[in-house]
């Protein structure tokens, strides 16, 4: 039996890919905020006979003290860590300032990987085959690490937000073997493309509409989306980090993945948390 730990685990594809793993006899950990959310899940597992398999972990992931909670939560829970997911993104059309003082979508989508993922390394390095699965947007739009702002206090709009924490996760994942050359766990980026989830749902009216209306002629369902990457978590790629777009191989050449990059992100970041944490 596996353990599973998957943020953003109590809707699309971090929902669908915890109930894969519970159906087949192995533990998860779904980490999100909506308590509503988190309840069904576990309806859902008792309904598949793994109640006693299933954990719903509440925390909000855009402060830094939800991610660290979850950190000691999951340290609390279990020995070893099989799989961690990062599946939790939030469309934001409006800028959003979070408890810390960060945009929203950088403390989501990117911020809450970087201190989740560094803070279960000891847990992941315990397990058989790790694997560290960022579901994020390698070799889709380019988008750009806006350097001087990434709080995207001037110029902000909800694709140039969600593009940049991206990119950052790029960085995040070429860095990976530098922060851990001797390191057994695998870190895997996952572009699943267009996906039929609720990411339109905080867009506004027309938009919302228009989008969900597209999704379900051309998205991809998530039982079929998940598939690929449930078998990148089962077969853990052999070097240190991989990305993919649409089960595709990605080369990890170019700015996207460039490790001076990757190092000037890593520093920038640290230096980040070290003043929030000055601060509390």
């Not at 001797?182 to 009216?205: E, H, I, K, W």
């Amino acid at each position: 039996m596996r353990t599973y730990v998957i943020t953003g685990g109590t809707d699309g594809m971090g929902k669908g890919l915890g109930l894969h793993f519970l159906r087949r006899g192995d533990s998860v950990i779904a980490v999100a905020s909506g308590e509503d959310k988190g309840r069904a899940f576990l309806a859902e597992a008792h309904r598949l006979g793994a109640e006693g398999r299933a954990v719903f972990l509440r925390a909000d992931l855009s402060t830094v003290a939800g991610m660290r909670q979850v950190v000691e939560e999951v340290k609390a829970t279990t020995e070893a860590v099989d799989g961690l997911v990062f599946a939790a993104q939030r469309f934001r059309p409006k800028r959003e300032e979070t408890a810390d003082g960060l945009e929203f979508t950088f403390a989501l989508a990117y911020l809450s990987r970087f201190v989740i993922g560094h803070g279960l390394m000891e847990h992941l390095e315990r397990a058989q085959a790790p694997v560290v699965m960022n579901i994020a947007g390698p070799g889709g739009l380019p988008g750009r690490v806006n350097w001087d702002d990434l709080q995207w206090r001037d110029g902000y709009t909800g694709m140039r937000a969600a593009m940049q924490s991206s990119r950052c996760n790029d960085l995040l994942g070429a860095g990976f073997p530098a922060r851990y050359p001797a390191a057994r766990t695998r870190y895997v980026l996952y572009n699943p493309g267009f996906v039929n989830t609720s990411m339109a749902d905080p867009l506004p009216q027309p938009r919302r509409a228009v989008t969900k209306a597209l999704a379900r002629f051309f998205a991809m369902p998530v039982g079929k989306a998940i598939v690929p990457i449930a078998a990148l978590l089962d077969a853990a790629p052999g070097p240190a980090v991989t990305a993919y777009m649409r089960g595709k191989p990605l080369p990890l050449t170019g700015k996207d993945f460039n490790p001076d990059a990757a190092a000037r992100l890593d520093r920038v970041t640290t230096d980040l948390l070290g003043q929030i944490a000055a601060t509390r």
